[in-house]
């Protein structure tokens, strides 16, 4: 035996022993060594270390759609539910048995694997109302607006102001379902009997306030509007099994939204937003609840405000502690923040096309993220055929495998679109149809501001101004000092740079400094009059009391990406 091929069965041994696992895994291919797919080498990926999330990126036409349908159909094969979007109209296959060919059984005996025809158990979504699939919607109240302010493209400021109108129908309990809603918010504010509240609001100028109206009536005209409103879809329904407890493969069909990839990637987020504050903490699992593709991952990210990356890279820290892994699908991984990457252990990359110096820059940054070893990375992303990627994956310890340049495997569903016939029989016979098939216009904000009155922010009867008070002072600061003790979970102090309560000297109210330049808007959080005693006089304990108490009740009313809580899953 030479040194080459001593080399290459020490690597072969390598491999082999680098992804033997105990549990269940997905099986991905076989290794390739010195040119050739080693049948003994295989390649597989832990099924209880996909909530460490993944990336599926390379090259448009170098397989991404299909390895993701290979895994989906495991994934549901181990009684996983598995939700993707199908941007390109591609992925409904996944419902209808493949079919063998020669070629195809002979790629599979080259790995070691065979063909077997499967037919999987798909749910087809769609956004709004359509044909393709089941209706998906979201009321605007728990779209949040953060989210909305990425799909209105909003600058920092005008986001900042719709969270302050978002703030205020909350407050006035005035449920916003769609963007009629919303609009009657608005136009309310702008209003001379709204004038007011808007006053109140403090950071929303009206010329601010205007725009975001003009941008909401744009979205109605493109007929965005029938993705907002009720009923909402219920993201517990992704969780499903068939009668066969395999994972019901939720497959958002999108081909008609792929001019308008801001909308849908920002629909992903709801999703996954929605996920993430109603499911509880599950710790480490056997196997996934969920697993999430987000395909077209880079668009997430392009011209995302601060606020909505924080909000992405907080989620993907947060989220496998609830049993859901995140597969990102894109076309490089500098696509994605690098506190994102740092979150991704299993790495599917297929092939890195380098046309341009900025391309091979690009790849020089790929290769930095696989451990290294003795596989020539260069070679192998640059050179890797149609079905092919390099893989590193997180055995069941949580350490990374050797990185496999691997001839991948390929589904036993049917690759490309489904047969019209099939999908309609599925959506007409599907359980989700009585519950979302039908829109419903309830009462909401607009029914209430444009007639009806909206109902009035209870105000305790000793807080309305003129209401009698012989409280003692003392009591008073008994009473904030439990206040702020309940809110915190602990002892409270007196703030130490605030005035003392008995204090005569006049108090400073200014508004604070902003680094904004002056022809900025005011700050979104205006300073609130300092709370008084019934001597008139400052207190400070109240204050900061009911400072704790408002930002807990706006962490309580609002999650992460500003979308509202709205129901507790057991």
Same mark, same amino acid.
């Given at each position: 035996?030479?040194?080459?091929?001593?080399?290459?069965?020490?690597?072969?041994?390598?491999?082999?022993?680098?992804?033997?696992?105990?549990?269940?895994?997905?099986?991905?291919?076989?290794?390739?060594?010195?040119?050739?797919?080693?049948?003994?080498?295989?390649?597989?990926?832990?099924?209880?270390?996909?909530?460490?999330h993944?990336?599926?990126?390379?090259?448009?036409?170098?397989?991404?759609?299909?390895?993701?349908?290979?895994?989906?159909?495991?994934?549901?094969?181990?009684?996983?539910?598995?939700?993707?979007?199908?941007?390109?109209?591609?992925?409904?296959?996944?419902?209808?048995?493949g079919a063998?060919?020669?070629?195809?059984?002979?790629?599979?005996?080259?790995?070691?694997?065979?063909?077997?025809?499967?037919?999987?158990?798909?749910?087809?979504?769609?956004?709004?109302?359509?044909?393709?699939?089941?209706?998906?919607?979201?009321?605007?109240?728990?779209?949040?607006?953060?989210?909305?302010?990425?799909?209105?493209? !909003?600058?920092?400021?005008?986001?900042?102001?719709?969270?302050?109108?978002f703030h205020?129908a909350?407050?006035?309990?005035?449920?916003?379902?769609?963007?009629?809603?919303?609009?009657?918010?608005?136009?309310?504010?702008?209003?001379?009997?709204?004038?007011?509240?808007?006053?109140?609001?403090?950071?929303?100028?009206?010329?601010?306030?205007?725009?975001?109206?003009?941008?909401?009536?744009?979205?109605?005209?493109?007929?965005?509007?029938?993705?907002?409103?009720?009923?909402?879809?219920?993201?517990?329904? *992704?969780?499903?099994?068939?009668?066969?407890?395999?994972?019901?493969?939720?497959?958002?069909?999108?081909?008609?939204?792929?001019?308008?990839?801001?909308? *849908?990637?920002?629909?992903?987020?709801?999703?996954?937003?929605?996920?993430?504050?109603?499911?509880?903490?599950?710790?480490?699992?056997?196997?996934?609840? !969920?697993?999430?593709?987000?395909?077209?991952?880079?668009?997430?990210?392009?011209?995302?405000?601060?606020?909505?990356?924080?909000?992405?890279?907080?989620?993907?820290?947060?989220?496998?502690?609830?049993?859901?892994?995140? *597969?990102?699908?894109?076309?490089?991984?500098?696509?994605?923040?690098?506190?994102?990457?740092?979150?991704?252990?299993?790495?599917?990359q297929?092939?890195?096309?380098?046309?341009?110096?900025?391309?091979?820059?690009?790849?020089?940054?790929?290769?930095?993220?696989?451990?290294?070893?003795?596989?020539?990375?260069?070679?192998?992303?640059?050179?890797?055929?149609v079905?092919?990627a390099?893989?590193?994956?997180?055995?069941?310890?949580?350490?990374?495998?050797?990185?496999?340049?691997?001839?991948?495997?390929?589904?036993?569903?049917?690759?490309?679109?489904?047969?019209?016939?099939?999908?309609?029989?599925?959506?007409?016979?599907?359980?989700?149809?009585?519950?979302?098939?039908?829109?419903?216009?309830?009462?909401?904000?607009?029914?209430?501001?444009?007639?009806?009155?909206?109902?009035?922010?209870?105000?305790?009867?000793?807080?309305?101004?003129?209401?009698?008070?012989?409280?003692?002072?003392?009591?008073?600061?008994?009473?904030?000092?439990?206040?702020?003790?309940s809110?915190l979970?602990?002892?409270?102090?007196?703030?130490?740079?605030a005035?003392?309560?008995t204090?005569?000297?006049?108090?400073?109210?200014?508004?604070?400094?902003?680094?904004?330049?002056?022809?900025?808007?005011?700050?979104?959080?205006?300073?609130?009059?300092?709370?008084?005693?019934?001597?008139?006089q400052?207190?400070?304990?109240?204050?900061?009391?009911?400072?704790?108490?408002?930002?807990?009740?706006?962490?309580?009313?609002?999650?992460?990406?500003?979308?509202?809580?709205?129901?507790?899953?057991r």
């Open positions: 035996m030479d040194m080459a091929e001593s080399t290459s069965q020490e690597n072969i041994t390598a491999l082999k022993d680098g992804y033997a696992f105990d549990g269940a895994c997905l099986e991905l291919g076989a290794a390739i060594v010195a040119g050739n797919p080693v049948a003994e080498a295989q390649v597989r990926v832990p099924l209880r270390m996909l909530n460490r993944g990336i599926i990126a390379g090259a448009t036409g170098t397989g991404k759609t299909v390895t993701l349908q290979v895994m989906a159909e495991q994934l549901s094969a181990h009684g996983v539910p598995v939700f993707l979007a199908d941007i390109k109209g591609d992925l409904g296959g996944l419902a209808q048995e063998a060919s020669e070629k195809l059984t002979a790629r599979l005996s080259s790995i070691g694997h065979q063909f077997s025809a499967r037919a999987n158990p798909v749910e087809f979504l769609a956004l709004g109302e359509g044909n393709d699939g089941i209706s998906v919607r979201a009321t605007i109240d728990s779209f949040g607006p953060i989210l909305l302010s990425r799909v209105l493209e !909003l600058n920092e400021t005008q986001e900042e102001c719709l969270q302050l109108v205020y909350d407050q006035r309990e005035l449920p916003m379902d769609d963007l009629k809603d919303l609009k009657s918010v608005l136009s309310f504010l702008l209003s001379d009997e709204g004038k007011k509240d808007l006053e109140g609001l403090g950071g929303v100028p009206s010329a601010t306030a205007s725009v975001i109206l003009r941008g909401l009536t744009i979205l109605q005209s493109q007929g965005l509007d029938k993705f907002f409103g009720q009923p909402e879809f219920d993201t517990a329904d *992704f969780l499903r099994f068939d009668e066969s407890d395999h994972g019901i493969i939720s497959c958002l069909e999108l081909p008609s939204l792929n001019r308008q990839p801001l909308l *849908f990637s920002t629909f992903m987020m709801w999703l996954l937003a929605d996920l993430f504050e109603d499911l509880p903490e599950a710790g480490d699992l056997d196997k996934p609840k !969920l697993v999430f593709f987000l395909d077209e991952a880079h668009l997430l990210f392009k011209d995302a405000s601060k606020a909505f990356v924080n909000a992405i890279i907080a989620t993907v820290r947060l989220i496998r502690s609830k049993g859901v892994g995140l *597969f990102f699908v894109t076309q490089s991984p500098a696509d994605l923040p690098d506190e994102v990457l740092g979150q991704l252990g299993n790495r599917v297929h092939a890195v096309r380098v046309f341009t110096p900025k391309d091979g820059e690009a790849l020089k940054a790929i290769i930095k993220t696989f451990p290294s070893g003795p596989l020539d990375l260069q070679q192998a992303l640059t050179q890797a055929s079905g092919e390099v893989i590193t994956v997180l055995n069941e310890r949580g350490a990374p495998t050797p990185v496999a340049w691997t001839k991948l495997t390929s589904p036993g569903s049917h690759i490309g679109p489904a047969a019209p016939e099939t999908q309609a029989a599925l959506i007409q016979s599907s359980a989700l149809a009585p519950k979302y098939g039908t829109a419903v216009d309830r009462r909401s904000a607009m029914e209430m501001l444009g007639g009806e009155p909206a109902p009035e922010v209870q105000v305790p009867a000793a807080a309305q101004p003129g209401a009698a008070d012989s409280s003692d002072p003392q009591d008073v600061d008994a009473e904030a000092q439990r206040i702020a003790d809110i979970g602990k002892t409270t102090t007196m703030p130490q740079n005035p003392p309560a204090g005569s000297g006049p108090v400073n109210t200014a508004t604070p400094s902003s680094s904004r330049t002056n022809s900025s808007p005011a700050p979104a959080n205006p300073p609130r009059e300092p709370a008084k005693s019934s001597n008139n400052v207190n400070p304990l109240m204050d900061f009391a009911l400072d704790a108490a408002n930002s807990i009740g706006r962490e309580l009313l609002r999650g992460m990406f500003g979308t509202k809580r709205r129901r507790r899953r």
